[in-house]
C-alpha cells in the first residue's frame, strides 16, 4: 500500500488539506489520575503522524511526566535544561520512531508560576521553535486543575477531556469542568471516553456528564469517541512500543483510530485560530495570569 493510500485508508484528515498552514495546541486533561490521558497522547500521536501530522508531543505532567517510558526513546534533556538554557532545541525535541517528537518533563516538581522573567521569554522561544516544525502541539496534564494544568489550558487552542465511564472518573471529570467554567476557559472543551465496552457505553457516559455540565455549569463539550481496552499493555510496555503500532487491527486500535479521526476533523473546525503568532500572546498571557492566581486549586 503507498502512503497515500494509507493515509486515506486511515481515515484521518491531514492538516495538508487546508490552503494554509495552521498551527495549534491541544492540552490533554482529566479529572481522575490513570484514566489513560498519556495513553491516549501516545498512540493518537502515532496515528496523526502516520496521516501526515506534524505533531511535537510536550510532556506537561512536571515533576511525574512518563511520555517518554512508552516509547524506544532515551532523552538527556528535558524541559527544565531548556528553560535554564542547558540544551538546544534538537537535544529537547526528541524524535521518536513513529514520526512524532517527545519533550520530556523535568524529573522533579516544577512550577511554571514560578519561572523567572529569563525562563517565560525561554518558554515562548520553544513555542515559537515548535510552532516552526510542527502543525500540532499536544500537552499531555497531570490529572486535576493544578495551577500547571491551568496554565497549559490557557496555553491551548483546544482542551481535550478525558473520563473512563467509572462513576468517580465522571465526578471528578464533571469537577474539572466545573473549574473551568469558573476561570472561564476560553479554548472549545471535547470528551473522549476511554476504556469503553462499546460505542453506547463511551456515548452514555459522554451524554451524563455532559448532560450535567450543560445544565449546572454551562459548558456544552463536544463528542470525540470512545477508546475500548487494550490486551496489549504488557508487550508494549515491554518493547515500549506503543499498542497502536503493534496491532494495528485489534478493537483498541480500530477504536482510536475512529476516535482519532474525529479529533482531526475537530482540529480543522471553524475554531481554527487565525493568526499565526498566536500562540507566542497567549503563552506569555497565561505566565502572567498564573503569577496573580491563588494557589488554592484542586489537585
Ligand atoms: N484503553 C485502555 N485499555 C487498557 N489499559 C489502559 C487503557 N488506557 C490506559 N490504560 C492503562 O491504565 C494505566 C493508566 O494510563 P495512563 O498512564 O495513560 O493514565 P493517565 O491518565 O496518563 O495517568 P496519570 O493521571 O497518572 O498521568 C496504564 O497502565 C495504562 O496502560
Ligand atoms: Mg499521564
Not at 486515506?8 to 489513560?36: D, E, H, M, N, Y
Request: glycine share 8%.
Amino acid at each position: 500500500m503507498s502512503t497515500t493510500e494509507s493515509k486515506a485508508a486511515s481515515g484521518i484528515v491531514s492538516p495538508t488539506v487546508l490552503p494554509r498552514r495552521v498551527f495549534q495546541i491541544l492540552t490533554i486533561c482529566s479529572g481522575k489520575g490513570g484514566v489513560g490521558k498519556t495513553m491516549t497522547t501516545v498512540n493518537m500521536s502515532v496515528l496523526l503522524a502516520q496521516a501526515g501530522w506534524q505533531v511535537t508531543v510536550l510532556d506537561g505532567d512536571l515533576g511525574l511526566g512518563n511520555v517518554k517510558l512508552m516509547l524506544p526513546v532515551s532523552p538527556t534533556s528535558h524541559l527544565g535544561h531548556w528553560l535554564t538554557g542547558q540544551c538546544n532545541f534538537e537535544q529537547l525535541a526528541v524524535s521518536t520512531p513513529f514520526g512524532f517528537r517527545i519533550i520530556s518533563a523535568p524529573p522533579d516538581e516544577f512550577q511554571l508560576s514560578g519561572l523567572t522573567q529569563k525562563q517565560q521569554e525561554r518558554l515562548v522561544q520553544l513555542f515559537d521553535k515548535i510552532q516552526q516544525t510542527s502543525d500540532l502541539l499536544i500537552i499531555d496534564n497531570a490529572a486535576g486543575i493544578s495551577k500547571n494544568v491551568l496554565g497549559w489550558c490557557r496555553m491551548a487552542h483546544r482542551i481535550l477531556l478525558i473520563t473512563t465511564p467509572d462513576p468517580t472518573a465522571m465526578m471528578d471529570a464533571y469537577a474539572t469542568l466545573k473549574t473551568f467554567a469558573s476561570f472561564q476557559l476560553p479554548p472549545p472543551i471535547s470528551i473522549i471516553v476511554n476504556q469503553a465496552r462499546n460505542l453506547d457505553e463511551g456515548f452514555d457516559t459522554y451524554k451524563r456528564l455532559n448532560a450535567a455540565a450543560t445544565k449546572f455549569v454551562g459548558i456544552d463539550a463536544g463528542w470525540l469517541g470512545y477508546i475500548g481496552g487494550c490486551r496489549d499493555l504488557r508487550l508494549a510496555i515491554k518493547t515500549r512500543t506503543p499498542p497502536v503500532v503493534l496491532n494495528p487491527h485489534s478493537p483498541f486500535s480500530r477504536s482510536i483510530r475512529k476516535t482519532t479521526s474525529h479529533v482531526a476533523r475537530w482540529l480543522l473546525d471553524e475554531h481554527m485560530p487565525t493568526q499565526t503568532d498566536e500562540s507566542r500572546n497567549m503563552v506569555t498571557k497565561a505566565l502572567s495570569e498564573l503569577a496573580h492566581m491563588a494557589p488554592a486549586l484542586m489537585e
